[in-house]
């Protein structure tokens, strides 16, 4: 059974840091590429940040650079995927999702492009 679960979202206040976790179970998720993609009201899911299988590459969105960091750890059954965010601002409030890319090649940022997806979990942030 295909499983990825995010968990870590929370209320935090402006200039606050929360730390997002994805595990993901029943694939060979250890040799996908993965991302964090987030999704306001009113809005579309956008893309946040990706690690290939590896770890040893990373890519952000341009608003998320320096404030973010992706990072996974590749257990025997289960992946674990990490989002650190720091300095989080009101416009960040959304439903994060992770996600799996099962397809070798480079990282992508198109949603339709991700095999796999989680149920997300709810970042507020408050002015």
């Known amino acids: 059974q295909v499983q990825l679960v995010e968990s870590g979202g929370g209320l935090v206040q402006t200039g606050g840091s929360l730390r997002l976790s994805c595990a993901a179970s029943g694939r060979a998720f250890s040799r996908y590429a993965m991302g964090w993609f987030r999704q306001a009201p009113g809005k579309e899911r956008e893309f946040v940040a990706a690690i290939t299988w590896s770890g040893g590459f990373t890519y952000y969105a341009d608003s998320m650079k320096g404030r973010f960091t992706i990072s996974r750890d590749n257990a025997k059954n289960t992946v674990y995927l990490y989002l650190q965010m720091n300095s989080l601002k009101p416009e960040d409030t959304a439903l994060y999702y992770c996600?799996?890319?099962?397809?070798?090649?480079?990282?992508?940022?198109?949603?339709?492009?991700?095999?796999?997806w989680g149920q997300g979990t709810q970042v507020t942030v408050s002015s």
């Open positions: 996600a799996a890319d099962a397809n070798p090649g480079p990282l992508r940022v198109q949603t339709m492009e991700y095999d796999y």
